[in-house]
Structures are given as structure tokens and as C-alpha cells.
């Protein structure tokens, strides 16, 4: 149960998956997927009648992305991020954080209670909060402890997925958290708001009222249908760009007063010790990162030649103004190409092409944000926060090619 | 023609920074909407579960270490440990080490109530909402008090005779108290 760390079965899981998943030639030797799927498929689909219509569609019986769930219900299940194209996240493959489990919520009992510091405590069902106007914005959400893999023992045989799987990206659809606040009335001098979920850890955070002025929501939507129940069905705060765990799920209570609550997720978790003898507390935004998740092990590269790496970056500050890739560790950086949209808080697809001359060298991606933030080296994060931290891993990640092609997670140089 | 002009830059402006989904209201918006309903007193009263560092939120009730010791043992040895240093999950206690706070320099500390948590009226919030683990939210107060009450005394925070309520517990300081700053990364070109 207490067990969080990664295990051999789980690791494998993975590169079976991922071998089965996605292009077999990139592992350059043929392979059966782990379970081979039971369609019937006929030696010319021209010469026979399709499958009929349905109400809900499927995969691909030959695609099967999955999840890597680690720990049980308090534990978090990791997004195949090798196995994705583009920004968004599917909705059944985004990552789980649960601190209690998924709670079971019948939407038509659903309330949502504001109170504290304002004029009009207001219990708000799930018609009430649809009822205002709405809008839709595709953001990332990241756990904080996401990368903690890649920070202290680094191992060779890490995919993206093991690195970085906590997050993913969606279209979230919401109210703006300011529409119920003028709603209710906040009174003069009201500072921070507790935001609490209807999870069996009744899980809370507070956060600044500033956030609900800027960008917050309450989301009932995601990719187009309403929320998943692992990602707070039905109604969830939403912070974007800010650590995953504050952006509370199934939100049942907010409560808003003139100084934080200093509950247990913000003192004793999702805070960051520091080489001077202090701990960091309430950080929410989460830095820009970036990784490349092609190629990247357990891929292998069939023979020398031309090869689109390809990656995502994403900064909590606003939009990604450039990633640098590396193919000789470090030596040379030439910028990816950013492929549009470009949007504020959400993962940005990057991709450059590569010519591989045979020769063993280290693939590094390097994101800047709009604010100038560049993502630091492992070096240079170790020297800011210590080896002792616990959240916000946003180094530099790096691939060793080798000459027989394999590809392994590494340092940098 | 001049405030036309005015307000197609207001209008401009307001698109460009994406005002309305920055929160702002919509221009044609009116100032309340009037959609969901008043909270009753008793609703806010049920759910009203947080306690603060300065006290508010406690309830009625009070419990000591010694009578902390049989139901910790009963509801929280089985996950934290019989002395709560064991585990499986989260060890509770431990002050280790005594003098400095070196949780950032050196992952091999483990982080304690006793070395790490930086308010007493957290640890009341958190096992009130929270614990146990297969029946959260079951703790009278009285069992929450005395539970805090031996976890603060298995640290050597309080004396086992110490008697944790509304008023004394907001007053116990924790050894991490003075660890804790607000985060001060702020973007742009500096590494923090």
C-alpha cells in the first residue's frame, strides 16, 4: 500500500505497452503486442462490409495506451505520454492524483457552498453553476511531485511516461470563479479562499483570491464531455498553470476569510525544503519544462538517418516562447519548431528533425517561457533547491543514443 | 465620434487581453444573476469542518496523551506504527534531527510531525477530516483531541498530562514553526 515507488512489473507494463502501441518498426526488430488483439481482421477490408454503426466509439483494437497506476487509491496513475500526438491529453488516459480514492457524486445532489467572507453564503447545485456563462480554454495540469523520478536516482530505464506522466493537457469548460464570487460578494479584506473537495480525505487548499480574479474556474467539462470522475466529476477547481493538487476536485465547499487555513496539503505536503534551512510554501505555479518523448527508451532506433524528435513543453507562467533542442549534449542548441497554437498554460508540441550519423550522443530539450524563465540544468536546480526536495522537478531531461540504437534515460553531457 | 473611437479601443483592448476570461465580468452582464440559493446555517454548520493556526474552527472537547495511547493503538497503529515511527504509512514521529532543518540538503530525513509540521491545529484539521484511513470523519472531538495530544507528546512537544483543547492547542509551537517562507520564484531568468 505504502509502496510508491516504481516497480519492475509496472516498468515493464509499460514498455510492453509501449512497444505494442505504437510503432513497431521503432523498436527495430519485429514484436507481437503484449496481448494481441482478438478483432478478426480480413485479408482485404475492401472486399468485405465494415463494422456496423455505434453509440460509443472505441480504440483500435491494435492501439492500447494505457495508464501506469502506482500505489492504489492514495497513489497516482502516470499518462502515456510516448504514446500521445499533439497537446491533449485523452480523458481516459489524463493522470490520477487521489489522496482517498474517486469518490462516487450523483450530479443531481451535487452542491457547491460558498461562505465565509461574503454577503450572501450561496449553495449553488450543478444546474445553478451551468446556468452562468461559461468558458472553454485548453490548460495543462501538473502534479507538483511530477519529474521526482528523474531528480535523485536516475535510472536508464525510464520512459516519458515514468518521468513526466503527471501531466496532461485538456479543454476544460467551467465558470470563472470571479462570476461567483460577484455572485456572492466578497467583503472588503478577504484574502484567501479554502477550497475542499467531497473526496474521503476531504482534501483542502487555500488559495490567494488574486487567482480567482485572474484565470480560475470551476470545470464541469473536459475535452468536450462532462468531467471524468477521476478528474473531479462533476465539478472541479480549476488553477491554471498552478500545482495539480490545489486545483481541488469534486469541490464542495469554499470558504473565504483574511489569512490561509494552513492545512495539511500546504505545510506538511506540497511544500519545498531548501538548502538554506527553510521551506517554500505555497508554490503553486509550476515552472517551464520540457521533455522529449521521441525518440526516447524503450525505443531503438532501427538504422542511421533522418528522425523527427519530438516533445512537449509547458510553463505555468504563461506561454512557451521557445524550446532548444540538443543532439550533442549540450554542445550546439538549435530551436524546435513551436507548433501552433501557442497558448498560455498548455502543452506546446515541439518538433525538429534529426539526421543520426550512427554515432552515440545525448538528446536534451531546453524550454524558455515568455517570462525568460529557461529551464535550468539538473545541476542548477539541484544548487537552488538541494537534493533533499520534495516538488517542482523541472530540470532539463536527457536521452543517451547509443550506437546500436538504444535509447536511455541519462544525464546531461 | 471621439468616444466611439475610445470605446473601440476599450473593446480592442478587452479582446486582446482575453478580459472576460481573465476574469472579468461580461460587458452585458448584469451585477448579480440571481441563480443559486440562500445556505442555510445548518448546511454551512455540517460541512464548516477547517480549523486555523489561531484556533478558529475548534470545537468543544479536550483529551490528553494518556488517553490517546488506546485508541491510537486501536485506529492508527495498524497504518502508522506501534510507537508511530514504523509505519507502513507516514511515520508521525521522530525529532530527528535535533538542532537544524535539513530536509532540502539531504533526502535521507524523514519528515515528522515533530520535525516538519509547522502548526499543532493542523494535525487536529487534518485527523478530523482525513482518519482514519477506512473510516474518515468518524473521530468525535474528544477522540481527535486526545489523539493530538499523544502524537504531540510521543514528539516531545507536550507532557503526557498536557490537556490539548480550543484554547491550548492553538498555543502549542511547533518545532518547524519559524522554517516556513512564502514562495519567492517569480518567473524571468533567475533559477529559485
Avoid at chain 1, 502534479?143 to 515514468?162: E, F, H
Amino acid at each position: 500500500m505504502a509502496d510508491v515507488s516504481i516497480s519492475r512489473r509496472a516498468l515493464l507494463a509499460s514498455a510492453a505497452s509501449a512497444v505494442g502501441a505504437h510503432a513497431l518498426w521503432r523498436v527495430g526488430h519485429a514484436q507481437v503486442p503484449a496481448q494481441a488483439p482478438h478483432t478478426i481482421v480480413p485479408p482485404d477490408p475492401t472486399k468485405v462490409p465494415g463494422a456496423p454503426l455505434s453509440e460509443l466509439g472505441r480504440r483500435s483494437p491494435f492501439e492500447r495506451p494505457r495508464r501506469i497506476p502506482v500505489g492504489s487509491a492514495q497513489g497516482s496513475s502516470l499518462a502515456p505520454l510516448q504514446d500521445l500526438y499533439g497537446i491533449v491529453t485523452p480523458a481516459d488516459l489524463h493522470f490520477e492524483r487521489h489522496h482517498a480514492g474517486v469518490p462516487a457524486i450523483d450530479p443531481g445532489r451535487y452542491k457547491l457552498l460558498i461562505h465565509g467572507m461574503v454577503e450572501r453564503p450561496t449553495v449553488f447545485d450543478l444546474e445553478a453553476l451551468k446556468r452562468f456563462p461559461s468558458v472553454s480554454h485548453l490548460y495543462f495540469l501538473e502534479c507538483s511531485g511530477n519529474g521526482g523520478s528523474s531528480y535523485r536516482n536516475i535510472r536508464p530505464d525510464l520512459t516519458p511516461q515514468l518521468i513526466d506522466g503527471l501531466t496532461s493537457t485538456s479543454e476544460w469548460t467551467g465558470v470563472p470563479l470571479a462570476t461567483l464570487f460577484r455572485e456572492v460578494g466578497v467583503k472588503p479584506g478577504a484574502k484567501w479562499l479554502l477550497a475542499e473537495g467531497a473526496d474521503a480525505a476531504v482534501m483542502a487548499r487555500s488559495i490567494p483570491m488574486d487567482k480567482a480574479a485572474e484565470d480560475a474556474l470551476i470545470a464541469y467539462g473536459q475535452n468536450g464531455e462532462a468531467l471524468r470522475p477521476e478528474q473531479g466529476y462533476p465539478a472541479r477547481l480549476l488553477l491554471p498553470g498552478w500545482e495539480g493538487n490545489a486545483n481541488v476536485k469534486w469541490i464542495r465547499r469554499i470558504e473565504i476569510a483574511d489569512r490561509p487555513f494552513m492545512t495539511r496539503e500546504e505545510t506538511s505536503k506540497y511544500t519545498d525544503p531548501l538548502p538554506d534551512g527553510t521551506a517554500r510554501m505555497f508554490s503553486f505555479a509550476m515552472d517551464a519544462k520540457s521533455i522529449i518523448t521521441f525518440p526516447a527508451y524503450p525505443v531503438i532506433l532501427p538504422e542511421r538517418g533522418w528522425f523527427e524528435i519530438s516533445g512537449i513543453a509547458w510553463s505555468g507562467r504563461g506561454r512557451i516562447s521557445r524550446v532548444d533542442v540538443s543532439t550533442d549534449a549540450g554542445r550546439r542548441w538549435t530551436p524546435a519548431e513551436l507548433q501552433s497554437p501557442v497558448l498560455p498554460k498548455c502543452h506546446t508540441r515541439f518538433r525538429c528533425l534529426w539526421r543520426w550519423d550512427g554515432r552515440e550522443t545525448t538528446l536534451l530539450s531546453r524550454a524558455t517561457d515568455e517570462t525568460g524563465y529557461v529551464q535550468p540544468t539538473l545541476e542548477q536546480l539541484r544548487s537552488a533547491r538541494g537534493l533533499g526536495t520534495s516538488y517542482h522537478f523541472n530540470h532539463i531531461r536527457a536521452w543517451r543514443v547509443r550506437g546500436d540504437g538504444t535509447v536511455m534515460f541519462g544525464l546531461e553531457g | 465620434m471621439r468616444v466611439a473611437v475610445v470605446l473601440l479601443a476599450l473593446a480592442l483592448a478587452a479582446a486582446a487581453c482575453g478580459n472576460r476570461d481573465q476574469g472579468a465580468a461580461r460587458p452585458d452582464a448584469p451585477a448579480r444573476f440571481g441563480f443559486g440559493r440562500a445556505a442555510t446555517a445548518e448546511e454551512i454548520a455540517a460541512w464548516n469542518i477547517d480549523v486555523m493556526p489561531d484556533g478558529a474552527g475548534l470545537p468543544p472537547g479536550s483529551g490528553t496523551a494518556a488517553q490517546g495511547l488506546a485508541i491510537y493503538a486501536r485506529k492508527c497503529a495498524a497504518c502508522h506504527g506501534r510507537t508511530g515511527t514504523e509505519g507502513p504509512f507516514d511515520r508521525l514521529v521522530g525529532r530527528e534531527p535535533r538542532s537544524g532543518f535539513p530536509f532540502g540538503r539531504d533526502p535521507r530525513f524523514v519528515k515528522t510531525l515533530g520535525n516538519y509540521w509547522p502548526y499543532a491545529t493542523t494535525l487536529y484539521d487534518y485527523v478530523n477530516r482525513a482518519m482514519p484511513l477506512d473510516a474518515p470523519g468518524s473521530l468525535t472531538p474528544d477522540e481527535v483531541y486526545r489523539l493530538v495530544a499523544f502524537l504531540l507528546w510521543r514528539n516531545e512537544i507536550v507532557t503526557d498530562t498536557a490537556v490539548m483543547n480550543a484554547q491550548t492547542l492553538p498555543r502549542v509551537v511547533m518545532p518547524a514553526h519559524d522554517r516556513f517562507v512564502i514562495d519567492n520564484r517569480r518567473g524571468g531568468p533567475e533559477v529559485r
